[in-house]
């Protein structure tokens, strides 16, 4: 495979760099902002009945909220989260009162730019993270609706820890990760290959697991969710000819024992795959919820 060796502190790993033509659909900051400010129920202790009784009384907005005597510390710093777009903290605001998986959280995408996004795919030779990492792939976005795919993949086990190292830079680099199953998978696993080798990984700032907001969209259309079935259901995207995740393991042993990169090659056009329609199912849910609005 075309490629290049790079070569760090920690030892040396292969990359495989491609690209792909999309462009990235983000939320509308603006009406991101004034969907969350004028949600009352952000504030801890206003619910339903408390949110109609405010609203009685004129309190319709995070704004009215600083001037109520119960409210207006809190009501305030959401606001001021909102004007400093500090997406990080309003995450955890809005996953605590609303839902991790509410629209509003995905709509904080708005408040960056798309420099800002890292997309992260994992192959690995097992379900936890005693077992080795063979392939990362990582999707950026350019200016010219440009998808950049760099993989980086271990030769031999050895190359692992090259292979942490980068990507390890490149999340620390990122405000904003996407992956699918991340927070169960993606990212306990990086962390703990991390750990194994006494490297510490800068968590994400913001991480959006589309698995989560997938299943709150598309849950009655679909009769699983995963990334593969959210492909062909929603994208329109067949993979006839691709490896399934399972057999990773198998193909890179196999790879080991005879040295032929045919057994590679599949792992490698799997994650690219995966890792492209990170891309083209976050653009998809924006655009769905935004409709919706």
Known sequence: MPGEVVQNDYGACYL??????????????????QSLLGSVTLVRGIRDKTRARLQEQGFNTL?????????CGESKRIRELLEAGSTEELTEVIGARLSKSHPSVLGLSGLHDDADFLFLDLETMGLFAGQPLVVAGLASLRPDNTIIVEQYIVRDFPDELALLAEVNRQVGAHRVMVTYNGKSFDLPFLTGRSAYYGLGL???????????????????ELEGCSLRSIEQ???GISRETDLPGELVPEFYYEYLR????????????????DVISLVNVFSSLVELWTNRT
């Open 258 to 273: 005879t040295g032929n990169a045919g057994f590679l090659k599949p792992i490698v056009y799997h994650n690219r795959q």
């Open 233 to 235: 259901t929603i994208l």
């Open 202 to 220: 800068k968590p994400p700032r913001v991480h959006f697991d589309l698995l989560h907001f997938c299943r709150r969209a598309w849950r009655d």
């Open 63 to 71: 704004a009215d909220l600083e001037n109520h005597p119960q409210f």
């Open 16 to 33: 495989v760099t491609a690209t792909a033509r999309g462009a990235l659909r983000r939320g509308d900051a603006e009406q991101a902002r």
